[in-house]
């Protein structure tokens, strides 16, 4: 496995940890703001870029 994959690993965990803190913030329900709905967008936008890379890194 290359270290970019490896990185995108990481990286993909960090974005994921982040989208965690956003649905703990919203507890119970779950009903996020504008504000938190355009960060999600950010964040799941770059965890996309990760997964990218280690469908290049690990299947092509």
Known sequence: ???RAV????QGLYLLTDV????RDTVPHH???AE???EAEKIL?????QVAIL???LLL
């Open 1 to 3: 496995m290359s270290k």
């Open 20 to 23: 965690r803190g956003i649905l």
């Open 45 to 49: 936008g770059k965890l996309e870029k």
């Open 31 to 33: 009903r996020l703001s």
């Open 55 to 57: 469908k290049e890194e």
């Open 36 to 38: 938190q709905k355009t």
């Open 7 to 10: 990185d995108a690993v990481f």
